[in-house]
């Protein structure tokens, strides 16, 4: 089939350029062109559309291939230039060529018109390809060390001996450094543990890759940042070029991590019960402390429902509580009762909060349980003694008011106006009792009377 061919025809001869088609189209080409004689006319055609060639007359009114030329350098367009010429000498085809011309045909040879056209098309092409491919190798280039400089984690490179050869602006960041600091240094200096980064260094040269290592690596300023690195090795013809280290700084993530840690030690080790549900109820997590409580291990636990504590006569507690939660409240210590893996039901009293994400969103619910069996038992007893204690007060008898004593005898007249004795009325209106003595006053006034009466009778 005939080639599509889009040919510029610079000519001021409608029938040299007449006969240049067709010695195209004998070529097996199917020429579409336009005939400008004019540099203005020249200037829009090389705007309207792309041309595949351009077949240039030498010497035309007003203008000639020099200065067409000219405009094709000025407007850096790469179009195979082929001047077709009737008279042209060869050191005007020399300065032709080193103006940018890609070859010359005399119209009285046209035979050399197709092979030479095919020729700078094809050399053409070849040139575009090139142009795409070097910038495509730019770009990539670009790509790459667009990519390495704004990384948002530490990359560098280091060659055989451990020496860095290239950092990127969030390592040099993360450690406090500045290039001249960090570049052709070893990497062992920044490691607070040099002979680590030397490990790490053979490694790589026998061939392994580092993945999500985690190390410590020391700032300018003598702070210590925890890095998980990763790093490879770039081989060429069994010969290691260069290691590649990827350092993302884990300190917070750290401190986060050994937080939860201590955070879930103190869970584990409470008393208490403390267990998290998600938003159905369903357990997720369960301390030691309800194990020692319920009697439950964890796995036993763990993907049930939480009503299966719940014994069968308060069903709706869980419920009404976790509606409270998922409205955003705590529920604030209450009592209710459990049941325990041995079938015993013990008293507790708990709290349920609501766990939220980074978001603020309820994404589960904690409870925190704590046996009050013992608690119970002393208010019983704490009951019981006060319920005795008021029965004995509702028994004690009083005396108040003014109480007519003869100053005599000591008797005590009673509100019938009977004089009682003493003993007699207090037993009566109170519960004392009384036991009979002699006081020491009265003893030796007794013993004064009763020698008295020896000694009359001698």
């Known amino acids: 089939m005939p080639k599509q061919l889009r040919v510029l025809m610079v ?50 009114q007003g203008f000639t ?4 030329l000219e405009l094709l350098k000025r407007r850096q367009y790469d179009i195979p230039f082929i001047i077709l010429s009737g008279v042209i000498g060869e050191d005007v085809a020399v300065q032709a060529m080193k103006a940018g011309a890609n070859d010359y045909v005399m119209k009285n040879a046209l035979g050399r018109l197709v092979p030479s056209v095919e020729r700078e098309v094809r050399e053409a092409a070849n040139r575009r390809v090139g142009r795409q491919a070097e910038k495509a190798l730019r770009r990539s280039q670009y790509d790459l060390n667009d990519f390495f400089e704004h990384a948002p984690f ?37 490691f607070v543990d040099p002979g680590e980064a030397e490990d790490l260094l053979q490694r790589l040269r026998d061939g392994k890759v580092i993945e999500d290592y985690e190390s410590q690596l020391r700032g300018k300023d003598g702070t210590i940042k925890e890095a998980g690195i990763n790093a490879n090795a770039l081989w060429d013809d069994g010969k290691f070029i260069r290691s590649r280290w990827f350092v993302r700084d884990i300190t917070d993530r750290k401190k986060y991590e050994r937080a939860v840690a201590f955070l879930g030690a103190i869970v584990e080790s409470s008393e208490e019960a403390i267990i998290g549900t998600d938003l159905k109820a369903n357990i997720l997590s369960w301390n030691q402390g309800a194990t020692l ?22 069903p709706g507690e869980p419920l009404n509580s976790y509606l409270q939660i ?38 589960g619910i904690s409870a925190i349980e704590r046996d009050i069996s013992a608690q119970r038992l002393e208010e019983g007893e704490w009951l019981h003694l006060n319920q005795e204690l008021s029965r004995s007060l509702a028994n004690v008898k009083t005396l108040r008011g003014l109480l007519p004593i003869c100053a005599s005898c000591k008797k005590i007249r009673d509100d019938q106006g009977y ?3 003493l003993e007699s009325y207090i037993a009566e209106h109170t519960l004392a009792e009384f036991t009979h003595g002699i006081c020491p006053e009265c003893q030796a006034h007794l013993h004064s009377e009763i020698e008295t009466r020896l000694a009359g009778k001698d």
């Open 293 to 314: 409580m319920y009697g439950f291990t964890a796995e036993e636990a763990k993907g049930r429902s939480i009503g299966f504590l719940i014994p069968s006569s308060s």
């Open 154 to 190: 530490g990359l560098h490179w280091a060659g055989p001996d451990g020496l860095i050869m290239r950092v990127n602006g969030a390592e040099l960041e993360m450690l406090g450094y500045g290039p001249p600091e960090y570049l052709g240094h070893n990497l062992q200096q920044f």
């Open 11 to 60: 000519e001021d001869s409608e029938d040299d350029m007449f006969f240049a088609l067709q010695e195209l189209k004998r070529g097996d080409f199917q020429p579409e062109y336009e005939r400008v004689d004019t540099l203005s006319r020249l200037t829009a055609a090389l705007d309207r559309q792309v041309w595949d060639v351009i077949l240039c007359d030498h010497a035309m």
């Open 419 to 421: 004089w009682n004795q």
């Open 326 to 363: 998922l409205e955003g409240k705590t529920v604030d210590r209450q009592e209710g009762m459990r049941l325990c893996k041995d079938g015993a039901t013990i008293p507790v009293s708990f709290t349920r909060s609501p766990v939220k994400d980074s978001q603020g969103r309820i994404i």
């Open 65 to 68: 291939s020099f200065h067409a």
